[in-house]
Nanobody, 119 residues
Framework: VQLVESGGGLVQPGGSLRLSCAAS????????WGWYRQAPGWERELVAT???????TYADSVKGRFTISRDNAKNTVYLQMNSLKPEDTAVYYC??????????????WGQGTQVTVSS
């Protein structure tokens, strides 16, 4: 199983970015997805999650600004980030879990994508 993120970059405060994370391999659609982030000198923190039933949760720091969504047909999760702030600067990682087509449970991380919010 492989998770590959994309969509990071440099954006000015108040701007927007959309991150994507695609899962590949001999898998069924992931059960749950999560976005995490880690800034230099800080521990990795949970940003948002979404379940197989499309129930989403958010860290208080991003509520109302970030939206997590999923496309099961593409085995992909998105993180729409609006009204970005300098404190959102971090490496963003996706995480997912599910079952392979031969019945093996899996949980994996993407390689991370850098988001920098700066003027």
């Amino acid at each position: 199983v492989q998770l590959v993120e994309s969509g990071g970059g440099l954006v000015q405060p108040g701007g927007s970015l959309r991150l994507s994370c695609a899962a590949s391999g001999s898998i069924f659609s992931p059960r749950s997805w999560g976005w995490y982030r880690q800034a230099p000198g800080w521990e990795r923190e949970l940003v948002a999650t979404i379940t197989s039933g499309d129930i989403s949760t958010y860290a208080d720091s991003v509520k109302g600004r970030f939206t997590i969504s999923r496309d099961n047909a593409k085995n992909t999760v998105y993180l729409q980030m609006n009204s970005l702030k300098p404190e959102d600067t971090a490496v963003y990682y996706c995480n997912a879990d599910g079952v392979t087509t031969d019945g093996t449970e899996w949980r994996d991380w993407g390689q991370g994508t850098q988001v920098t919010v700066s003027s």
